[in-house]
């Protein structure tokens, strides 16, 4: 059975930081790459980085350039995602993917398979 298990989330101030974790099993992490995702109230998922296998390629969404970092440890099955210099408007339920192909991809409907969430609230 594959999981993806985010944790890290929580309540932060802005201009503050949060690391996030993705705990990947059931899959080999080194063939998927890897992606997190977003969601705000309200509003649609969307691509907010990835990675591809052996972290030879990212992407980031340009509202998170020079902010967040991704990154994994495919021994550890950890996928990470760096918040720094939060803001409000990163507020929302942050999801780790991953999608059985070795190219990054931040499109939601490249992903295989999906954890369940963690919250971040950026707010004074």
């Known amino acids: 059975q594959v999981q993806l298990v985010e944790s890290g989330g929580g309540l932060v101030e802005p201009g503050g930081s949060l690391r996030l974790s993705c705990a990947v099993s059931g899959i080999t992490l080194n063939e998927y790459a890897t992606a997190w995702f977003r969601q705000a109230p309200g509003k649609e998922r969307e691509g907010v980085s990835c990675i591809s296998t052996l972290e030879l390629n990212t992407h980031y969404a340009d509202s998170v350039k020079g902010r967040f970092t991704i990154s994994r440890d495919n021994a550890k099955k950890l996928v990470y995602l760096q918040m720094n210099s939060l803001k409000p408007e990163d507020t929302g339920v942050y999801y780790c993917?991953?999608?059985?192909?070795?190219?990054?991809?931040?499109?939601?409907?490249?992903?295989?398979?999906w954890g369940k969430g963690t919250l971040v609230t950026v707010s004074s």
């Open positions: 993917a991953a999608r059985a192909l070795t190219d990054a991809t931040c499109l939601r409907e490249e992903m295989h398979y």
